[in-house]
């Protein structure tokens, strides 16, 4: 079974400038997750989507959106870059077929975003 | 709110020492599910184990096994005979089960290096 892929897996942007970052969960996963990485916050939760519907939120601005298809494929977006919005991305995605139980999340390998 | 913390930033040993990671977490629910990543230099994720809130009993697998213990909040992290491989970065996160969401709330982690 294929992993976790996201896309692009580097990207070099400029303050102000948007971005979307693309996400392909592993087949038959319908919760996606995405997460910042940064030296100094570690790791943070942005959202979470399961069957097209933002299940849960982290604590970030309003800038960073994201949504899911119908194949379960997300794509989360970032407006008017930061130079702090400078991260690795990582998406996740879990089987999630039971509300009352918490699966393993697998990662993707991350996109690596600079802005400058 | 859930915590987790993993109080060692960095540990050093030496090839066949046994090392301990350890994490302590924080949460109000009485079901919740804890999780040991780990983030090789390659940047992806990978999953090791997950325990829920009801089974206490230790984990072993290989040269890695896992210490639960309601008691004290901590769920630490053994690796026998460590090799040069073992070299990365470990994360130990928490989950609360239910509620239709699969957050992970993570500890900012421990860079375990192996030195032959």
């Known amino acids: 079974k294929a992993g976790v892929t996201q896309t692009p897996r580097y990207l070099i942007k400029t303050r102000g400038q948007q971005v979307t970052l693309s996400c392909s969960p592993i087949s038959g996963h319908r919760s996606v997750s995405w997460y910042q990485q940064t030296p100094g916050q570690g790791l943070q939760f942005l959202f979470e989507y399961f069957s097209e519907t933002q299940r849960n939120k982290g604590n970030f601005p309003g800038r960073f959106s994201g949504r899911q298809f119908s194949n379960s494929r997300s794509e989360m977006n970032v407006s008017t870059l930061e130079l702090g919005d400078s991260a690795l991305y990582l998406c996740?995605?879990?089987?999630?077929?039971?509300?009352?139980?918490?699966?393993?999340?697998?990662f993707g390998p991350g996109t690596r975003l600079t802005v400058t | 709110a859930q915590k987790v913390t993993q109080a060692q930033t960095e540990i050093s040993v030496v090839e066949k020492e046994d090392v301990t990671l350890d994490c302590v977490y924080e949460t109000r629910d009485t079901t919740y599910y804890l999780f040991w990543y780990k983030q090789p230099p390659s940047g992806e994720l990978v999953f090791l184990i997950r325990?829920?809130?009801?089974?206490?009993q230790n984990e072993i697998s290989g040269r890695y096994s896992w210490n639960f213990q309601k008691s004290t909040s901590s769920f630490n992290f053994t690796i026998t005979a460590s090799q040069v491989v073992d070299s990365a970065v470990y994360f130990c996160?928490?989950?609360?089960?239910?509620?239709?969401?699969?957050?992970?709330?993570f500890g900012k982690g421990t860079k375990l290096t192996v030195n032959p």
């Open positions: 996160a928490l989950s609360e089960a239910g509620g239709g969401s699969e957050k992970l709330v």
């Open positions: 996740a995605s879990s089987l999630d077929t039971r509300q009352d139980y918490s699966y393993e999340q697998y």
């Open positions: 325990r829920n809130s009801f089974d206490e």
